[in-house]
């Protein structure tokens, strides 16, 4: 069985960092691409950053020089640093594990609040 389970979210203050982190377990690293994702109510899951097994990233327009994935294929564990967070990041934050045949597994979410 895949389970996503992650971690690190909270509060912060506009301009702070945090570090998501999403251990990944019953899939092996070498299987599928992994990416995170955030969803506000009322709005559909924004694709933030992927990275294949390989370490291939790519990020979307609106995180791209402010959030950094990676990941440990020994810990089978994906990470996601955010810098400079700003309101508008507050966000409910998914990690996902994408198979080749489009198989899709998502962990539970963790909550992201930037405010003062």
């Known amino acids: 069985q895949v389970q996503l389970v992650e971690s690190g979210g909270g509060l912060v203050q506009p301009g702070g960092s945090l570090r998501l982190s999403c251990a990944v377990s019953?899939?092996?690293?070498?299987?599928?691409?992994r990416g995170w994702y955030r969803q506000t109510p009322g709005k559909q899951r924004e694709l933030l950053a992927t990275?294949?097994?390989?370490?291939?990233?790519a990020y979307g327009g609106a995180v791209k020089d402010r959030f950094t994935i990676s990941r440990d294929n020994a810990k089978n564990t994906l990470y996601l640093q955010m810098d400079n967070l700003q309101p508008e990041d507050t966000a409910v934050y998914y990690c996902?594990?994408?198979?080749?045949?489009?198989?899709?597994?998502w962990g539970q979410g963790t909550q992201v609040t930037v405010s003062s």
């Open positions: 996902n594990v994408r198979r080749l045949n489009g198989t899709n597994h």
């Open positions: 019953g899939i092996l690293p070498s299987i599928g691409i």
């Open positions: 990275i294949t097994s390989g370490g291939n990233r």
